[in-house]
């Protein structure tokens, strides 16, 4: 299950230097609902590997500022304590992976 981020929480994720993957959305963004369930299903496949999550952007604005968060959803991933990739927009389960997997 993706684990719901807040501010606090995503940055000590990015910090620990592991693996995070968060998807930054909103309530009232279409495809970030459409997206959710892709998320969902990637926690479920790789969050023995991963720190894979979900941030609401309403709710939480220091990370979404940081990363320069314009569109949404947007896809972080990181590696190291420093994001080294990102989707945007309504994507597939295997375009999430194709990122994902080279990190793990």
């Known amino acids: 299950m993706a684990i719901q981020f807040t501010d606090q929480t ?9 693996t995070v993957v968060i998807d930054f959305w909103a309530t009232w963004c ?3 609902m459409k ?3 892709v998320v969902e ?7 023995d590997k991963a720190i894979i999550g979900k941030l609401n952007i309403d709710e939480n604005d ?15 991933f990181f590696k190291g304590g420093e994001a080294v990739d ?6 597939k389960l295997e375009d999430l992976e194709s990122k994902l997997l080279p990190l793990l």
């Open 10 to 18: 995503a940055k000590e994720a990015i910090e620990s230097g592991k």
């Open 35 to 37: 997206l959710g369930p």
């Open 30 to 32: 279409g495809p970030c």
């Open 86 to 91: 990102r989707s945007v927009g309504l994507v």
């Open 41 to 47: 299903e990637l926690a479920e496949k790789y969050g």
């Open 62 to 76: 220091e990370i979404v500022a940081e990363n320069r968060i314009r569109s949404i959803p947007t896809v972080l």
